[in-house]
């Protein structure tokens, strides 16, 4: 799957949500079936504000990712399987490993798309639109929270605390600013701590895109040869 220079917004949402897995359900609960949440407003909310630092202060991010895309044309779910990769400042890549190889790289910006059909790559300065979709997903992950405002009305929920004794949250995010607002209802992150259990993505026309998170680690150092590895695309030197 390759976008054109000529894309249009729908395909950078697409791209976008297959390539960071966006969605999750909530700790494999049915939608609608949660128990009754404290929701606190981002403008006021110091937890808020402690969660988005802790994301800010990561050294680095990689996690095994399943992704479900939930399409109402479509009776079984296509699934992405892969790793998923973040290392400050900004560069972000997700290497799809079943049912076929593909990679998404974010870096230096472009995005950079590579799978058995070929490659391509998308300048960011040249396209606004991608640009700011790239731009929404990434400084999640950076904890931005100055950019994330502009971008979003943020809500953040205290779950109740599982069998497990782990109290977890969910920060809910709406797209305030066009085309966000055109393609995306809202996004949905689940988690412990610093750590994302899932990540939700509802589309406006009721698509969705669910991944679920494993083997996170927040704590991540790439060293140098591990950056050269892992931040390009297949056959690259």
Not at 5 to 11: N, T
Not at 50 to 79: D, H, I, N, T
Not at 195 to 222: N, P
């Amino acid at each position: 799957m390759t976008c054109s220079s000529a894309f249009s917004p729908k395909c950078c949402a697409w791209l976008l949500v297959a390539m960071i897995g966006l969605p999750g359900v909530l700790a494999g609960a049915p939608a609608g079936a949660q128990a009754p949440v404290t929701v606190v407003a981002a403008s006021s909310t110091p937890e808020l504000e402690q969660l988005l630092a802790r994301f800010a202060a990561m050294s680095g991010l990689s996690a095994k990712f399943r992704e479900e895309k939930r399409m109402a044309l479509l009776a079984a779910p296509l699934v992405n399987e892969g790793m998923l990769y973040f290392a400050p400042k900004g560069r972000l890549v997700r290497h799809i490993t079943a049912p076929a190889p593909a990679t998404v790289l974010i870096d230096e910006g472009s995005l950079r798309f590579a799978d058995a059909g070929g490659s391509e790559t998308l300048s960011l300065t040249q396209n606004p639109v991608l640009r700011l979709f790239v731009d929404s997903f990434v400084k999640i992950f950076a904890g931005d929270r100055a950019a994330l405002e502009r971008m979003y009305t943020m809500e953040l929920q205290a779950l109740p605390v599982g069998a497990d004794g782990v109290a977890r949250w969910s920060l809910r995010l709406r797209p305030r600013v066009a085309p966000m607002t055109q393609i995306i209802e809202r996004l949905e992150l689940v988690g412990h701590e610093v750590a994302l259990e899932s990540m939700r993505v509802v589309e406006v026309g009721g698509d969705e895109t669910i991944t679920t998170f494993s083997e996170v680690d927040t704590g991540r150092r790439f060293t140098a040869e591990e950056l050269t590895a892992l931040f390009r695309l297949p056959g690259q030197r």
